[in-house]
Structures are given as C-alpha cells and as structure tokens.
C-alpha cells in the first residue's frame, strides 16, 4: 500500500473509532434494507449503524446499470453512520465505486465476502471470494484507495468451519475499520446454528493481529441484549438480520412489548415512504407484509387478504388505514 493511501484511509477512522462497545448494526439484506425499510427500522428502534442493500460494483461502473447503482445507494442525512455495501470481482471497479460512493456522502464502504447466492457465487463474488484469498486482498487495496474505511462482512469458511483460522487471519492483516463475520460456512448457509462456540478464538486471533479493527458477529442474533454476552468475551459489535423481521423494535435501547396498533402504524409508515420514494416495484412488497400482522388472532387471514393486493390503497383499505 502506498504511503498516501494508507495516510488518507487512517485520517477517516473516526467513524468506527467513536462506536463504543457492543454497539449494534443492520445487517445489509438484499431486497430489504433499501432507504424505507430503513426508516421504518429507525423509527421502531434505530440501531447504531446502518447497512445498505448490497450492490453489485459492475453495474456502477456501467452507463446501463448506473442509475439502478445509484438508486440503491439513496440515503437520507439522519441516516448516519451508514455504510454502503458492494461486492463484484473485479478490483479496479470497487475503487472506482468506492470513489463514488464518498462523493456521495458516505463514510465508509464494506466489501461483500460472504453471500452464499449461487449466482453470486458463480460470477465469483460474495463468499466465492473465500477461495481466492489473493484476488480478496487486491479487492480490499482497490478499494482502500478511494480513502474510506473498508470493512468486510464474511463467513467463517466456503465448505469447512475449520477454515476460519486462515482465511480470518488473512483479512485481519489488511488493517481493516472492520470486521464482521457471520458464524456459519457458505456451504450451511442457514441450515444450522452459528458457531458461538469459535467467538472466543475469534477475538484472541482479532487482539493479536489488528486490535485496532472493530470485531462484529452476525447469525442467530436476535437481539443486542441477547449478544451482550459476546461483547463481554471482547467482541466490538452486534449485527442483526432475520431477527429485525420477527421483531422490527428488535433494537430498542429499552426493550419494551409493542401492541398490533403499533405494529400497524409501522405498516402504514411503511406504505406511505413506500409511495413517496418508489424504490422498487409493489410486488416485492408484500415480503413485509409478515414483519407487522403476525402474533395474533387474525393474523394469517389478513395477510392472506393482503397478499392479493396490487396497490398500497388496497393495503390501506384491508388494514384500515
């Protein structure tokens, strides 16, 4: 790494430095954590750090993807801290991205080392990176050299969970802001618990190699207390998932039990920043629908009403709205 490059990525670490301990992200989810749902997370419960969707680095370099690019990447100024997150296979487009990306106002970019998507993995991204470490550490500097803090969010392996020794020492040594990692292999995708058991052995590698980087776990979290545990064995973060659609207060600093009136107002916040942003189109929608009419006598027989819809009227009108 070059000496200016390394002088301009330490000068923006404040944003990871100021986090204090057990401090709890978003985690980046496809087709869910796009600008809505984020503020409708921020309104339940906001939690310390947001995550955005994560996109693809060719399309932003491309004229034909650019503004889809650009579309996914919309973040609103309270939405700080807020990292966006990309992923591809080609090195000079993530600097290329990154560069964009701190024109448009974030401070901080993670690269995408872990999505088990076959398509994904096929065009040789995501956790595909888990076996070409080389190619890894030539995405990381590329991206370094736009002078943003890059983190990374993997997995603990590709096929075997004995693999996470290597292959997490080998991302420490890139001085990254941070580290996070999800506790299953590629290859378990969802099937089976996360791998509590290796958070200890984790930290120790994290304090001997970069003590500086910020260590954050993911998988089978459902909420910052539940994690708090961890924190106590010296991890830095928490990242919360599937658990924001069992429960979108899931990050509530005082957890509190919330009524079907809340759930529902949730909703309609949901449907009217959903018509007011028009990010995506309305049949990618309904995957909501389950996160606030859920848990109580009716339930299913209204989201079966609603699953019919074709507009957000018709929404409001079965809700009540």
């Known amino acids: 790494m070059e000496v200016e490059e390394i002088l ?7 944003f990871w430095d100021n986090l204090s301990g057990g401090f709890s992200c978003l985690a980046p989810m496809e087709g869910v954590t796009d600008m809505v749902f984020r503020q409708v997370v921020a309104r339940a419960g906001r939690p310390d750090v947001f ?49 964009g990306l701190k024109d448009l106002g974030y401070g901080a970019v993670d690269v995408n080392m872990g999505c088990p998507d076959k398509h994904v993995v096929a065009g040789g991204g995501g956790s595909g990176l888990i076996r070409t470490p080389e190619l890894a550490v030539e995405i990381i500097r590329g991206t370094k ?14 096929a075997r ?21 999800h506790l299953r292999t590629k290859k378990e995708m969802s099937k089976v618990e996360a791998h509590f058991e290796l958070v200890p052995e984790i930290v120790a590698v994290r304090d001997e190699l970069a003590p500086r980087t910020k260590l954050i776990i993911n998988g089978d979290i459902k909420t910052p207390g539940e994690g708090q545990r961890f924190v106590d064995m010296g991890v830095d973060g928490l990242m919360i998932g599937r658990g924001v659609f069992a429960d979108p207060f899931c990050f509530e600093k005082v957890p509190a039990s919330h009524s079907r009136e809340e759930l529902m107002g949730l909703l309609k916040y949901h449907l009217d920043l959903f018509d007011e942003y028009k990010l995506m189109s309305f049949e990618p929608l309904k995957r909501f629908f389950k996160i606030y009419v859920n848990g109580y006598y009716g339930a299913a027989e209204i989201r079966e009403k609603l699953m019919r819809c074709k507009t957000t009227d018709e929404v409001r009108g079965i809700i009540g709205a």
């Open 51 to 99: 995550f955005t969707e994560f996109t693809n680095v060719n399309s932003f370099v491309s004229e034909e993807g650019r503004y889809n690019a650009l579309e996914r990447f919309r973040f609103l100024p309270e939405e700080q801290p807020i990292v966006a997150q990309i992923w591809g296979k080609v090195p000079e487009y993530f600097g290329v991205t990154a560069r």
């Open 145 to 158: 050299r736009a002078g943003l803090p890059v983190s990374v969010k993997t997995r603990l392996g590709y």
């Open 161 to 181: 969970v004995d693999e996470w020794k290597d292959w997490i020492s080998l991302l420490l040594k890139q001085d990254l802001a941070a580290l996070t990692v």
């Open 8 to 14: 301009c990525y330490n000068s923006r670490m404040d």
